[in-house]
């Protein structure tokens, strides 16, 4: 009896073992060995490619590596952007009917638009700056690993006021470590420059991006070009003989139009097709604030990627500035929500904070 019993219950095991592998043989669940559990954590499939989409699937991952694939997606990403962009001016120019296009259309650089922000949708403070730590160390070497690969960085007048930012990469190692993105601000009136270089009674400390691209609507840059070129000359004159800053101009203008229904507002797509025509920059990194990003995701089209860092905190509304409050979405079929496309969605953990990396070439308001 005792010998039936045996080998009844080795029979079982033997056909538990046998449907487990057929299950993973057919796709329908996935053996996790860093599960912990003794024979692996198993975990139901609920779509093909969903282990490749989360970056931190594998707890062997360093800090470092996880940073590294999320930095190498976004390049593959930007490389696809620089050759569609080419095959489509060679298309154009092929049939000859360049002139019947808008060159703001088709030559437009890589816009990546990334902010932190907390479990309920706050990047800072109401009556602080937006440099109050949101998210941990880790995502913030993420953010200098950004900037290192973009030629770019772009921030409101506002932000620049308030925060007084660098804009540069200081914290994420590279080959070249002299090369260093452009700091872009976004200033229709010159208001907040102004501000910056003494020309209001409420100035602020001298400009940390060096050389700063203000872009700026006509009216403002030929209205105030002398103050910026005082500035330029105080500046160079306050430098050592021998540094940068004393060749080069502190704060330089692009002037862009205005948009079409708001005369506070600059036009995006003739901004951004300046940058890459007039600036050689190909690739733009959008940090904010509120408003920049407001502006940029209501036009999904001229940005190819998100990238949000959501630390698991909460702010509350009474104290925290919303990273969207003026954003006004309208997608298919009047849908108010701005739907990112599945399979090009990835996540990744750095610390305790969460990763989602989205591609937006492929869906736009879907």
């Known amino acids: 009896m005792l010998v039936v019993g045996v080998y009844k219950v080795g029979r079982r095991i033997i056909c538990l073992f046998g449907f487990l592998l057929w299950m993973c043989y057919q796709g329908i669940i996935v053996c996790d060995a860093t599960g912990g559990a003794p024979f692996g954590r198993i975990v139901t499939k609920v779509d093909k490619g969903a282990s490749a989409r989360f970056v931190n699937k594998s707890s062997s991952l360093s800090t470092s590596d996880r940073i590294e694939i999320l930095l190498s997606r976004i390049s593959d990403w930007q490389r696809e952007h620089r050759e569609e962009q080419r095959q489509n001016i060679n298309e154009i120019n092929r049939n000859d009917n360049k002139n019947n296009k808008d060159d703001d259309d088709y ?5 990546l638009v990334t902010f932190a922000q907390t479990l309920d949708g706050m990047i800072a403070t109401k009556t602080n700056s937006s440099n ?36 540069s990469n200081r914290l994420f190692p590279t080959h070249d470590d002299t090369s260093q993105p452009q700091a872009v601000v ?21 400009i940390r991006a060096r050389p700063l691209l203000v872009c700026c609507s006509h009216q403002a840059a030929q209205k105030y070009q002398q103050n910026i070129q005082l500035y330029n000359l105080q500046q160079r004159q306050m430098a050592k003989p021998l540094s940068r800053q004393n060749t080069q101009d502190a704060i330089l203008l692009e002037p862009c139009l205005l948009a ?7 036009d995006l797509k003739h901004l951004l097709h300046n940058l890459k025509t007039k600036r050689n920059i190909y690739s733009i990194m959008v940090e904010g ?4 990003l407001s502006s940029f995701l209501v036009q999904p089209n001229l940005i190819q990627a998100l990238l949000i860092t959501i630390s698991p905190s909460f702010m509350g509304a009474k104290h925290g500035l919303p990273a969207l409050s003026k954003a006004s979405f309208s997608g298919k079929n009047d849908d108010p929500l701005f739907k990112l496309d599945h399979d090009a969605t990835f996540y990744s953990q750095l610390g305790p904070d969460l990763i989602l990396l989205a591609s937006l070439h492929s869906n736009i308001l879907s």
């Open 132 to 167: 109050f730590a949101i998210s941990c160390t880790d995502s913030l070497i993420l953010t200098h690993g950004l900037r290192s690969i973009h030629s770019a960085v772009l921030i409101g007048g506002r932000t620049l006021a308030i925060d007084n930012p660098r804009l």
């Open 289 to 292: 604030g509120s408003s920049i």
């Open 260 to 266: 079409s229904n708001d005369n506070n507002s600059l």
């Open 186 to 206: 976004i200033d229709t009136h010159l208001r907040h420059v102004l501000c910056m270089i003494g020309n209001s009674s409420s100035c602020c400390p001298p």
């Open 107 to 111: 030559d437009l650089p890589f816009v």
